[in-house]
């Protein structure tokens, strides 16, 4: 059974599952940061993912990345599997732009998170579920 990691859970808002992931929202409005996370139990690497759920998991990614920037504009996507602090395997996709909190270095770490409102963050899931 797929259990989502609880660091995971504390710092995101769910948006949708999708053929392998779970797709959910950083729970940080500064940025537009999706995170995947493949539903496979026990997943830490990519290697622990099976070809075919690699191959959607990619696909994923890719649309979850021209969504980001579709809805953003972002001048670039970054996409990271880090896993140092959460070991489940989950891939982030972050819209960034010049001028956001953290630009031009990562976000990770960068500072403390700014929660959305639940107005905020419930409108930008409605965009992201309806890109195209």
Known sequence: ??????????????VADWGVSRVLLMNDARYRWIVLVPRVVNAVEL????????????EEIVKTSQRLKHLTNATKINVGA????????????VARTPG???WPGPVWGHSPGVPFDAAA????????????
């Open 100 to 102: 956001d909190p953290a």
């Open 47 to 58: 290697f622990d993912l099976t070809q075919p759920d690699r191959t959607v998991l990619l």
């Open 121 to 132: 963050g419930a409108a930008f899931i409605r965009e992201f579920v309806n890109a195209r």
């Open 1 to 14: 059974m797929f259990d989502l990691h609880p660091r995971l859970a504390a710092d995101t808002l769910f």
């Open 82 to 93: 880090l896993g140092n602090l959460v070991p489940q395997l989950h891939v982030h996709v």
